[in-house]
């Protein structure tokens, strides 16, 4: 059995506007899901985490995304909210 992870949040919660969320999920298998929504579409990551290399990898692409996000919101934040 493996450990096990489940964490559902809004990113905006007090939007009567939005219905942005995330979910993160590790089951006791060991396979794990990241979905990220907005009101209109997704996206889903997945896999499992049963082998060295597959939890490099998981590791490997939540690093980038979140390298990337954060390049993203420092765009946003420089150019548009800090004028």
Known sequence: ??????????????????CA????????????????????????FGGDLKSEESRAEAFKKLEVLISGLVEFQDFIYQKYIQQ
């Open 1 to 18: 059995m493996s450990p096990t992870y489940n964490k559902k949040a809004f990113l905006l919660p007090n939007s009567p506007n939005s």
């Open 21 to 44: 969320m995330y979910h993160a999920k590790i089951d006791s298998e060991g396979m794990y899901k990241l979905s990220i929504h907005d009101c209109n579409t997704g996206i889903r």
